[in-house]
Every structure is written in C-alpha cells, then in structure tokens.
C-alpha cells in the first residue's frame, strides 16, 4: 500500500476558532498545543481530563460537556476529533467535508485533511517530523534525535536574524548580511561562543549596509 506524501505547513491560529472533539489523554495534548499556538477553543466532550477542566474553569477554554452533535463544527476554522467511540470521527469528519472546514480524525487516518506532525521546540524554531501516517513512533523518535541538536546558538541566530529583518529594508544587502550571519565567519564565531568577536563583526557589517544606504 502506498500513502500519499504530506505536504507540511504552519498554521498561524492565532485568534482562530478551533473546535476539539473529545476530552481524554490525546485531545489534552492537542488542547495544549492550539491554545500555545493562540487559538480560541472549544471542547465538545462528556469527560475531559484534570488539565482540560481546569483550563475551562480558568476561561483559556469553552468546555461543553456533552457529546459532539451534527452543527457543532459550524463557525469553526480548524477541527479535531479525538474520542474513544469509533462512530464520532467520520460525523465529525462529514460534517467538515460538508463545511469546507479542516479536520483531523485521530484514529482515522484516511478520513484526516492534515495529520499532526511530531513537534520540537527550542525558542521560535520548530522541528516537525511527519512519516505521512507510516510510523508515528519513528516520527517521535526522529523528534527527540532532531530536537537535542538544535544547539543555544541556532536559538541565538535566529533571534538576531528576526531582529535584523523588522530592521533592515528587504534587499539583496539583506539577504547577504542574513545568509553570512548564518552561514559566514558570524554565524561560525557564534557556533564557537565568540559572541563578542561576532558583534564587532555584525557591528562592521552593519555600518557598510549603511554606507551603502540600505538601512532606514
Ligand atoms: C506524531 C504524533 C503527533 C501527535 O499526535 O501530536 C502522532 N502520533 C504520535 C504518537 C503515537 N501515536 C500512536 C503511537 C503508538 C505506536 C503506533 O501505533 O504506531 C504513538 C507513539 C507513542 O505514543 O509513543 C498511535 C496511533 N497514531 C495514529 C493512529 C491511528 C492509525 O494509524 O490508525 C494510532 C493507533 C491508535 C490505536 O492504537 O488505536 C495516527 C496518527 N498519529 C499521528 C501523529 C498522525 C501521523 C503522524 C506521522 O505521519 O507520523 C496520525 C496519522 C493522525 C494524527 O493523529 O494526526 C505523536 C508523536 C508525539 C510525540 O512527538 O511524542
Ligand atoms: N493519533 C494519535 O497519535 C493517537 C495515539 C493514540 C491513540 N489514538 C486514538 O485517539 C483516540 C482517543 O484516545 P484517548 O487516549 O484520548 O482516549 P480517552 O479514552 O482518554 O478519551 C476519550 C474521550 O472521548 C470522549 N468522547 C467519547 N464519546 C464522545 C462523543 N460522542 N463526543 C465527544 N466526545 C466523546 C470521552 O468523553 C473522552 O474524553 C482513540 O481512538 C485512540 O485510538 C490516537
């Protein structure tokens, strides 16, 4: 049998409505992870875990205790299901479908418009490892391996790097500037720990930017 590869994105959910169906262990991580990502959600559930219920008495969720019911995906951008009766993904998927409404169907695979990836995180760098529904343990695994070789200084880089561009104009300039942080003698100082080398370089870097009139 042959899967179809996953085409990855990252969803900007900031303010988006998201609705989970489901309150057990699976749907608390991806409670969890959407509220991170800023999310309003809504969980349409009979039992919801600790954390769950205690994320709604505190109002960072709306937790309706009660099973999912055909219309509850309505005004939602996003859906995921999650529960332990097989009968609810497909509802909730064909309800989706019916929408236009993304959704993942934990336990149904074939009937998920996107599956979630295995996700690290170190400051504003993400790891997203998918093996297109094959082997989610391996994408775990891959997790960990990845994750432990973001070093402080890939964390350091790429906050610098964003700094410097809501700084500097869009231009080639830029991107050379950019691309040397990263891949020239700056970035290698970093990755030795020679921060104070590195900002008398970008120092320098900088001032012909400027000369140069790139800068604002
Ligand atoms: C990556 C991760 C993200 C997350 O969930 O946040 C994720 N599964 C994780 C772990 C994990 N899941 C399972 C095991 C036990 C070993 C095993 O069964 O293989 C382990 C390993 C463990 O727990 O150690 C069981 C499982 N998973 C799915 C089914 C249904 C089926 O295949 O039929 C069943 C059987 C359920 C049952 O037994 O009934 C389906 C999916 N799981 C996916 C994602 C999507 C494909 C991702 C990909 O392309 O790799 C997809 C298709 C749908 C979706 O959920 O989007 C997360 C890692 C979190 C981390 O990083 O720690
Ligand atoms: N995708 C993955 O990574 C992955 C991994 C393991 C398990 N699973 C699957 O995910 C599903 C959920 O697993 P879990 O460990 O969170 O289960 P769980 O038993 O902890 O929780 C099930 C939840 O579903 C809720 N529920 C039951 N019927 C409902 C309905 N009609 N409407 C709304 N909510 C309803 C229950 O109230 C409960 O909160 C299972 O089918 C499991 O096989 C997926």
Same mark, same amino acid.
């Given at each position: 049998?042959?899967?179809?590869?996953?085409? =990855? /994105?990252? %969803?900007? !959910?900031?303010? +988006?409505?998201?609705?989970?169906? $489901?309150?057990?262990?699976?749907?608390?991580? +991806?409670? @969890?992870?959407?509220?991170?990502?800023?999310?309003?959600?809504?969980?349409? &559930?009979?039992?919801?875990?600790?954390?769950?219920?205690?994320?709604?008495?505190? $109002?960072?969720?709306?937790?309706?205790?009660?099973?999912? /019911?055909?219309?509850?995906?309505?005004?939602?951008? @996003?859906? %995921?299901?999650?529960?332990?009766?097989?009968?609810?993904? =497909?509802?909730?998927?064909?309800?989706?479908?019916?929408?236009?409404?993304?959704?993942?169907?934990?336990? /149904?695979?074939? !009937?998920?418009?996107?599956? @979630?990836?295995?996700? $690290?995180?170190? $400051?504003?760098?993400?790891?997203?490892?998918?093996?297109?529904?094959?082997? #989610?343990?391996?994408?775990?695994?891959?997790?960990?391996?990845?994750?432990?070789?973001?070093? #402080?200084?890939?964390?350091?880089?790429?906050?610098?790097?964003?700094?410097?561009?809501?700084?500097? =104009?869009?231009?080639?300039?830029?991107?050379?500037? !950019?691309? &040397?942080? /990263?891949?020239?003698?700056?970035?290698? @100082?970093?990755?030795?720990?020679?921060?104070?080398?590195?900002?008398?370089? %970008?120092?320098?870097?900088?001032?012909? %930017?400027?000369?140069?009139?790139?800068?604002?």
């Amino acid at each position: 049998m042959s899967t179809p590869i996953d085409y =990855p /994105v990252c %969803l900007r !959910l900031e303010g +988006r409505r998201v609705l989970l169906v $489901g309150g057990g262990t699976i749907a608390e991580g +991806r409670a @969890l992870a959407v509220l991170e990502a800023g999310a309003r959600l809504r969980v349409v &559930s009979p039992e919801a875990t600790t954390t769950l219920r205690t994320l709604a008495t505190q $109002g960072r969720l709306e937790w309706l205790a009660r099973p999912y /019911v055909p219309g509850d995906v309505r005004g939602h951008d @996003l859906v %995921l299901a999650a529960t332990d009766d097989a009968s609810v993904g =497909p509802l909730v998927a064909k309800e989706a479908r019916a929408l236009g409404v993304w959704v993942n169907t934990a336990d /149904v695979p074939e !009937l998920c418009d996107f599956t @979630l990836p295995s996700v $690290g995180r170190r $400051g504003p760098i993400t790891l997203a490892i998918s093996t297109a529904g094959h082997a #989610p343990a391996v994408a775990r695994r891959l997790r960990r391996e990845l994750t432990a070789r973001v070093a #402080p200084h890939h964390v350091w880089l790429a906050r610098l790097s964003g700094w410097l561009r809501r700084r500097l =104009p869009a231009g080639v300039e830029r991107q050379r500037l !950019l691309k &040397s942080l /990263v891949e020239g003698d700056i970035g290698a @100082l970093l990755e030795r720990g020679e921060r104070k080398a590195a900002g008398a370089r %970008l120092r320098a870097a900088l001032k012909t %930017l400027k000369s140069s009139g790139e800068t604002t």
